[in-house]
């Protein structure tokens, strides 16, 4: 079992939909939370940067954390085609040493 | 501020030649990650430098090394390649460590034939 779950996709919606992205994850010493955006033949980008539970807001973009049920999402608002990419969550495992550990990634196309 | 920065964007080797990619990190970042990615195991860590010192190491058989400079810049060395070597190669970098934000790279596509 992979320590990060993530859906791969693809997954394709129409331009102006809700988007929701989500991870899961087996250990509670994961503690921090990130979502990567990735475009075709770029290195990912950093989105989102969250520690606590709860909601995280960046202009169409909302980070959710449930760490009881060791759950992230990522919501995408009036979703737009440049929006197209892969999205990767990552998070940080603290046990002693500190270790990033990403999801597969999910592809996400916005059709027009 | 220029990004990082990974050199060759793309190569062409063949099985069990030897390869070298280049990385050079934000100014004033300290810390260079590697990652391997691939369609089916995603984004794997290979190893992580801070000022000039290998500080983590992913499980990756002894034929990926690198090295880091006093300059920050790092260097990734695969010998004896393999073709499941083929992958895209990403370079981090981030003022401290793992624990900050990551700042990553083109990559650099490489085709084991």
């Known amino acids: 079992q992979k320590e990060v779950e993530q859906d791969p996709g693809p997954l394709s919606v129409p331009e102006g939909a809700i988007v929701s992205l989500n991870c899961t994850y087996s250990n509670s010493a994961f503690q921090y939370f990130m979502w990567y955006r990735q475009y075709s033949r770029k290195g990912p980008e950093l989105l989102m940067y969250t520690y606590s539970s709860g909601n995280k807001e960046d202009g169409r973009f909302t980070a959710q954390v449930d760490k009881s049920s060791k759950y992230i999402s990522l919501f995408i608002r009036d979703s737009q085609p440049s929006d197209s990419a892969t999205y990767l969550c990552a998070m940080i495992l603290i046990q002693g040493a500190q270790k990033l550990v990403f999801g597969q990634g999910t592809r996400l196309t916005i059709n027009p | 501020k220029a990004g990082v920065t990974q050199t060759p964007r793309y190569l062409i080797k063949t099985r069990g030649q030897q390869v070298t990619l280049s990385c050079s990190p934000i100014s004033g970042h300290r810390s260079v990650s590697w990652y391997q990615q691939t369609p089916g195991q995603g984004l794997q860590f290979l190893f992580e430098y801070f000022s000039e010192t290998q500080r983590n190491k992913g499980n990756f058989p002894g034929r990926f090394s690198g090295r880091q400079f006093s300059n920050s810049r790092s260097e990734m060395n695969v010998s004896t390649l393999e073709l499941g070597d083929s992958a895209l190669y990403l370079c981090?970098?981030?003022?401290?460590?793992?624990?900050?934000?990551?700042?990553f790279g083109s990559g650099t596509q490489l085709s084991v034939l």
């Open positions: 981090a970098s981030s003022s401290s460590g793992q624990d900050e934000k990551l700042f």
